[in-house]
């Protein structure tokens, strides 16, 4: 690798760009090795619904992380509701940390009749420990669902509050799209070290949500 490395480095012009020279068939054939071009963000652990009553992670909210994100994929309903989450400083004995959120919608109906842009003052809080909503009441047909990401904030902080931004994608029951985000704070200076998802009425039919830890 010594030899490829130096013929690479003599083929960089003085602004930095590889010339035509620098890669080879004989260079890359001789590449073993890559170095890791990880870009941050680690797979934890992943769950799938099945007619579920709430999607938990109890574990692997630690201090590893800064932030740690949350992706669903396909979040279908058993009836219609929405999809709402809440915070645990006890390792999921209890989860109702108190919160402060905003939340507003972007809206579309298929049949291009409607369309507008809301702050939802029914899906935010104020201080308060109730599950926070992820999205307005959505559908529960058959190809309908949820999907979008929650990211929160350096949950291991015994210092700061814990900020969070989420932004979701549902089918309403109106036949309508609607583009969510959300954003707040746990008000709590105590670690988070767990979190829970679930419907505001009835199971999660279906649908995965993967946790990633980011750098």
Not at 47 to 67: L, N
Request: net charge negative; charged share 10%; glycine share 6%.
């Amino acid at each position: 690798m010594g030899a490829i490395a130096r013929s690479a480095a003599n083929n960089i012009t003085t602004s930095g760009v590889f010339t035509s020279n620098a890669i080879t068939n004989s260079s890359v054939t001789g590449i073993t090795v890559l170095a890791n071009a990880s870009d941050g963000i680690t797979l934890i652990s992943s769950q799938t619904a099945s007619a579920s009553a709430s999607i938990s992670f109890t574990t692997g909210i630690d201090s590893t992380y800064k932030a740690y994100k949350f992706v669903f994929v396909n979040i279908h309903p058993a009836s219609s509701a929405t999809f709402d989450f809440n915070l645990s400083t006890d390792s999921g004995s209890n989860y109702n940390v108190t919160k402060t959120s905003t939340f507003f919608t972007a809206q579309h109906n298929e049949n291009g009749t409607f369309a507008q842009i809301d702050y939802e003052t029914g899906a935010d809080l104020a201080q308060s420990t109730s599950f926070q909503n992820l999205c307005r009441t959505y559908s529960a047909d058959a190809d309908s669902g949820l999907s979008g990401s929650l990211i929160l904030f350096n949950p291991s902080s015994t210092t700061y509050v814990k900020h969070f931004i989420a932004r979701t994608s549902s089918f309403n029951t109106i036949v309508r799209i609607e583009d969510s985000s959300i954003a707040g704070y746990g008000n709590t200076t105590s670690a988070i070290n767990a979190i829970q998802f679930k419907m505001s009425s009835g199971n999660i039919d279906a649908g995965t949500i993967y946790m990633y830890g980011i750098k």
